[in-house]
């Protein structure tokens, strides 16, 4: 496989991700409210678990894909002058971290679907409660390391190290207040608190999948190639 063909399929795995992850967010309706009783859940998992099981493989693939995708973005980064600050690092930690835990974050449903599915389902409400808190804790965490990654690739782009337009590099920054703000929404808000609170929610989920398409995108039409730290400073 020859490096330019390479380039074109890695840089479209951002594409990839972007359809998946939209797929798994909707493919399925909203979960019930947080301060709801168990068996709303249960019922929940029961009338949906065929969809439930599907999103959450589209997310786990679109995962992988993402992961792909940032160690993609990180060859990418123009190498700066020896002994001068960069943001590569940060890209690709960040980009390696966030796919992680969104994937992990992926679990609670994902059992919790299996589990109704087999017999006796899930009599004890606490479990129910547990995988459903858990899911809420656990998107918190992924929303934290998305952030972290938004602001390393924003910064990346703005210091001209990504080869990307620099109002990409603003949206990351928007979009990483976002999450950041879905933070402390998701690990605040114990009871319900309204559908108007879901804006912050889903701008952070639709920003930073429109951030990774419109990356994808441009390094697509990017002919430069522009190769990795390791390889310039060789």
């Known amino acids: 496989m020859g490096d ?15 359809a998946l992850d939209l797929l798994a967010g909707f493919i399925y309706p909203q979960q ?27 997310g786990l693939v679109g995962a992988a894909m993402l992961l792909w995708f ?17 943001v590569a690092p940060m890209v690709l930690g960040a980009g390696v971290a966030a796919p992680v835990v969104a994937a992990i974050a992926a679990m609670p449903i994902a059992l919790l679907a299996f589990m109704v599915g087999q017999p006796p389902g899930i009599p004890d409400p606490t479990v129910v409660r547990l995988l459903a808190d858990l899911n ?13 990654f938004l602001v390393a690739l924003g910064v990346a782009t703005l210091r001209d190290e990504l080869a990307a337009p620099a109002w990409i590099g603003v949206l990351c920054l928007v979009v990483s ?3 950041a703000c879905s933070v402390w929404v998701a690990l605040t808000f114990t009871t319900y608190h309204g559908k108007s ?8 989920y639709i920003g ?27």
């Open 32 to 58: 019930p409210r947080v301060d709801g009783p168990p068996a709303a859940t249960v019922m929940w998992a029961q009338a949906h678990r065929v969809a439930l099981q599907t999103g959450m493989i589209f």
């Open 136 to 148: 809420t804790v656990l998107f918190a965490a992924s929303s934290a390391l998305t952030a972290v």
């Open 70 to 86: 940032a160690g993609f973005l990180y060859s990418r980064t123009r190498p700066v002058a020896s002994g001068a600050a960069s």
């Open 197 to 204: 609170w879901n804006i912050v929610a889903f701008g952070a």
């Open 208 to 234: 930073f999948v429109l951030v990774v398409a419109m990356l994808s995108v441009s390094m697509l039409r990017d002919r430069t190639g522009r190769s990795s730290p390791a390889t310039a400073n060789a």
């Open 177 to 179: 207040a976002f999450n």
């Open 4 to 18: 330019r063909l390479l380039g074109r399929i890695s840089a479209a795995t951002g594409l990839a991700f972007a």
